[in-house]
């Protein structure tokens, strides 16, 4: 049985859906609510309760203009971020408070025997996310679009050999965090990830993009070290085994269009409208 969280971001997943199909007809409030089968009234509030903006408003971060904006002003971004914010040394936004720690050999040998696992399930505003934890920090988070066992399946593909526990431990608990709008109490997040060098000094630039911030994939290429190897790096984007920690969705095409997501391109214009959101609040 689905969460009212659930039900609440399906409702603002088909609605994004029906915008971005309908962009060029300009949609009013009361043809999506009813798309929704809410009233104007309750559509209203609930996509403010969920983004902290408009309707409206949230469509103006999505647009192609806005995007081209961010991208052009990409570099003075992530240092303005966090001076408007008034925290210090590049912030609690972004890279320094989530750290990668990549396994060694023996930890994912023989299909990861020596690691033990602890997962569980969440509600987040875009929907159910599985995630898992070493002793050593996060190693795995998605979204679960297909079902709890499937999820399950798919993480377990990764590490067929390691020891699985169904429990919420604390490590988890403060990466969650992290979708709620009050990172007061967010302390430093680990990840404890399963890749090679190359990928994970993607994964490590991905970090230094801001919420709130886009960057292209030739971007993201050139400040990894690899301008020349930007099919490379796109594959190691489309490989990030922690969604929305590692924010692969903040990777658009230089066009200024969102592109693609591993969790699908409405949920990937959902994180980047409500990022765009909470950025403008804190600001």
């Not at 603002?12 to 199909?21: K, P, T």
């Not at 966090?82 to 972004?94: D, V």
């Not at 680990?190 to 994964?203: A, E, N, R």
């Not at 050139?222 to 085994?241: L, T």
């Amino acid at each position: 049985m689905k969460t009212q969280q659930e039900i609440d971001y399906t409702r603002i997943a088909d609605a994004i859906g029906f915008f971005r199909e309908n962009f060029k007809a300009q949609p009013k409030l009361d043809e999506v609510a009813e798309h929704v089968n809410l009233s104007p009234f309750h559509f209203q509030r609930m996509f403010k309760d969920w983004a902290g903006v408009t309707p409206k408003q949230f469509l103006q971060y999505l647009s192609v203009e806005h995007a081209k904006e961010i991208l052009k002003h990409e570099d003075a971004n992530v240092f303005n971020t966090a001076l408007q914010t008034g925290l210090s040394g590049g912030g609690r936004l972004h890279d320094l408070f989530i750290k990668v720690e990549g396994m060694t050999p023996g930890e994912y040998r023989n299909g990861g025997a020596m690691l033990h696992i602890n997962y569980s399930f969440a509600d987040t505003p875009f929907g159910k996310v599985i995630v898992a934890s070493t002793a050593k920090g996060i190693c795995h988070m998605a979204f679960v679009d297909e079902g709890e066992e499937k999820a399950l399946e798919q993480l377990k593909i990764s590490f067929p050999n390691a020891v699985f526990n169904q429990l919420v431990d604390r490590i988890q608990q403060n990466a969650l965090f992290i979708f709620t709008q009050d990172w007061s109490r967010l302390d430093e997040i680990k990840l404890h990830l399963k890749g090679t060098d190359f990928q994970i000094k993607v994964w490590e630039t991905l970090l230094k993009v801001p919420p709130g911030g886009l960057t292209s994939y030739g971007s993201l290429a050139k400040k990894a070290g690899s301008e020349n190897a930007y099919r490379a790096v796109g594959s190691a984007v489309g490989s990030n085994p922690v969604a929305f920690l590692i924010p692969c969705h903040r990777v658009i095409k230089s066009t200024g269009e969102i592109g693609q997501y591993h969790w699908g391109s409405t949920r990937k214009n959902a994180i980047i409208g409500w990022e765009a959101a909470l950025k403008e609040r804190v600001e």
